[in-house]
């Protein structure tokens, strides 16, 4: 059973920055893996994704601010958040499957969330 633990949530001001971990346990093929968030009231919509090959995607209001990587031999992912903005406040989810379906990984599976807040 795939478990995934995010970490590095917290508080910061606008233009700061901030890193998210998600540690993978009980995985036994490689993953394809992303970043979701949610704010209140809001549908949940994709962050940024990296394939097993190391491929990424980001949102178009995250280019060039958020970077999305993976530590293949830990299993574990990260988001890098650069330049942050009081539209980045969400909980931030870190999700993975094994399976890609027409380019797209399947994400059965959740972590529980971290909180990010921008101020100001």
């Known amino acids: 059973q795939v478990q995934l633990v995010e970490s590095g949530g917290g508080s910061v001001q606008a233009g700061g920055s901030l890193r998210l971990s998600c540690a993978a346990y009980?995985?036994?093929?490689?993953?394809?893996m992303g970043w979701f968030r949610q704010a209140p009231g809001k549908e949940r919509e994709g962050v940024a994704h990296?394939?097993?090959?190391?491929?990424?995607r980001y949102a178009d209001s995250v280019k060039g601010r958020f970077t999305i990587s993976q530590d293949d031999a830990k299993g574990t992912l990260y988001l890098q958040m650069d330049s942050l903005k009081p539209e980045d406040t969400a909980m931030y989810y870190c999700?993975?499957?094994?399976?890609?379906?027409?380019?797209?990984?399947?994400?059965?599976?959740w972590g529980q969330g971290t909180q990010v807040t921008v101020s100001s």
């Open positions: 999700a993975a499957d094994y399976r890609v379906s027409g380019g797209n990984c399947l994400y059965n599976y």
């Open positions: 009980g995985y036994t093929y490689s993953l394809c």
């Open positions: 990296i394939a097993s090959d190391g491929n990424t």
